[in-house]
């Protein structure tokens, strides 16, 4: 079965450094999206993407965040200066179908995010 | 904006015990509204989903009914296993194309033998 895959798994960095976060969503799939959970709170929308631009973007998702689809299969997130409260699980998830609202998004096992 | 208001664990049951686990959400329309679960160590994992007013959902022995009325999706199983023990999260998307899903906060729910 198809599935959205992750690395790293778990990633630990310095307060102030720049980290990548790599996702391959689902091929056949338009629409990805990046989420975050920090520690026992509920998982967070940050950006979602569909051909090759933001679509749409949360609060959180500020100036340090960026997203980008480098080839035809990765999609990364990257954290500029990365703070404390950066410290999150973040989830990778992909849909697929444009304008049809029933189809589910289907996540990634998640990268931890520690900040030190 | 949109919101999901979900019970808060965590959840304690016996093995066989009935569940459920309430969900209400705000939202302009009609949203399509799925539960998410994620067990211990894992990932995000597709439960049920609903699209519409009344559909009723069955997987894995949890089903769910999606109340327009009363703005409400609720999960239930009729007899828990300890390996349903992990967090479950009510979820809402509203619009077509690249809209994120809204989540509640999760409810932990523990199944003790």
């Known amino acids: 079965e198809p599935e959205v895959t992750q690395t790293p798994s778990h990633q630990v960095t310095q307060m102030g450094q720049e980290v990548i976060l790599r996702c391959v969503p689902i091929?056949?799939?338009?629409?990805f999206y990046w989420y975050r959970q920090i520690l026992g709170q509920k998982v967070e929308f940050l950006v979602s993407?569909?051909?090759?631009?933001?679509?749409?973007k949360s609060e959180i998702f500020d100036d340090q965040f960026s997203v980008e689809r480098p080839d035809g299969s990765n999609f990364t997130l990257k954290i500029r200066s990365t703070k404390l409260e950066d410290s999150a699980m973040y989830f990778c998830?992909?849909?697929?179908?444009?304008?049809?609202?029933?189809?589910?998004?289907?996540f990634g096992q998640g990268t931890r995010l520690t900040v030190v | 904006g949109n919101s999901v208001t979900q019970m808060e664990g965590p959840v304690t049951l016996s093995e066989e015990a009935f569940l459920t686990i309430n969900c209400t959400y705000t939202?302009?329309?009609?949203?399509?509204l799925f539960w998410y679960v994620q067990y211990p160590g894992e990932g995000l994992q597709l439960l049920l989903k609903?699209?519409?007013?009344?559909d009723k959902g069955s997987n894995k022995g949890f089903e769910d009914t999606y109340r327009k009325e009363t703005t409400s999706f609720h999960l239930e199983k009729g007899s828990v296993q300890v390996s349903d023990s992990a967090v479950y999260f009510c979820?809402?998307?509203?619009?077509?194309?690249?809209?994120?899903?809204?989540f509640g906060k999760g409810t932990h729910l523990i199944i003790q033998p």
């Open positions: 091929s056949n799939h338009l629409y």
């Open positions: 979820a809402l998307v509203q619009g077509g194309g690249a809209d994120g899903l809204t």
């Open positions: 993407f569909y051909n090759n631009e933001i679509s749409e």
């Open positions: 609903a699209t519409k007013a009344d």
């Open positions: 939202a302009t329309g009609y949203p399509s």
């Open positions: 998830a992909s849909r697929n179908q444009a304008g049809v609202t029933n189809t589910e998004a289907f």
